[in-house]
T-cell receptor, first 114, second 114 residues
Framework: DAKTTQPPSMDCAEGRAANLPCNHS???????VYWYRQIHSQGPQYIIH???NNETNEMASLIITEDRKSSTLILPHATLRDTAVYYC???????????????FGKGTKLTVNP | GAVVSQHPSRVICKSGTSVKIECRSL??????MFWYRQFPKQSLMLMAT?????????EQGVEKDKFLINHASLTLSTLTVTSAHPEDSSFYIC??????????FGQGTRLTVV
């Protein structure tokens, strides 16, 4: 079963920041937070992952609370092409002996409006 | 990022026939690949873990004799849906990891059984 809780849907205006929350209150100390997104009728796309420090890459930023029980994915300037279902997943990193398989929850459907 | 390719992207077959779906890692070797199924408006459900040179590991409730998985090389895994029925119509997605890194997904295969 998925260990995360996400709102089923969110809307965002084009050009504005999109902030997608995720609750993972039962996360273990060695579990990472991963974010993927799935654009309609395509395979999921990796976005970012982190353990406890905030992370940023060319796609997004990941803010993890100090107690690690929740996190927020930030798309700084959302575009229409960012409309997708966003999945927050927690798991032990494969590099630390964790399984490579991903268990998907229901995700958040983000709609970016013009 | 790494590239995982699926073929075909769409297939329509008659009830009772078998369909083979290929998943290739184009620029890396993948000792493990994963097969998912996704029904409309639902999340991805892991079907099985495909291990190069050994038998696949199936998730609970997935019929191994119906969904045959072969992982003959480090860059190719195949999923064969045998004796397909309309209820097998779904979106099938594979993923692979480049060593102990994040998983990369294929573009998916839309199977329609008529």
């Amino acid at each position: 079963d998925a260990k995360t809780t996400q709102p089923p849907s969110m809307d965002c205006a084009e050009g504005r920041a999109a902030n997608l929350p995720c609750n993972h209150s039962t996360i273990s100390g060695n579990e990472y937070v991963y974010w993927y997104r799935q654009i309609h009728s395509q395979g999921p796309q990796y976005i970012i992952h982190g353990l406890k420090n905030n992370e940023t890459n060319e796609m997004a930023s990941l803010i993890i609370t100090e107690d690690r029980k929740s996190s927020t994915l930030i798309l700084p300037h959302a575009t229409l092409r960012d409309t997708a279902v966003y999945y927050c997943i927690v798991r032990v990193a494969p590099s630390q002996g964790g399984s490579e398989k991903l268990v998907f929850g229901k995700g958040t459907k983000l709609t970016v409006n013009p | 990022g790494a590239v995982v390719s699926q073929h075909p992207s769409r297939v329509i077959c008659k009830s009772g026939t078998s369909v083979k779906i290929e998943c290739r890692s184009l620029d890396f070797q993948a000792t493990t690949m994963f097969w998912y199924r996704q029904f409309p408006k639902q999340s991805l459900m892991l079907m099985a873990t495909s291990n190069e040179g050994s038998k696949a590991t199936y998730e609970q409730g997935v019929e191994k004799d119906k969904f045959l998985i072969n992982h003959a090389s480090l860059t190719l895994s195949t999923l064969t849906v045998t004796s397909a029925h309309p209820e097998d119509s779904s979106f099938y997605i594979c993923s692979a990891s480049k060593g102990h890194t994040e998983a990369f997904f294929g573009q998916g295969t839309r199977l329609t059984v008529v």
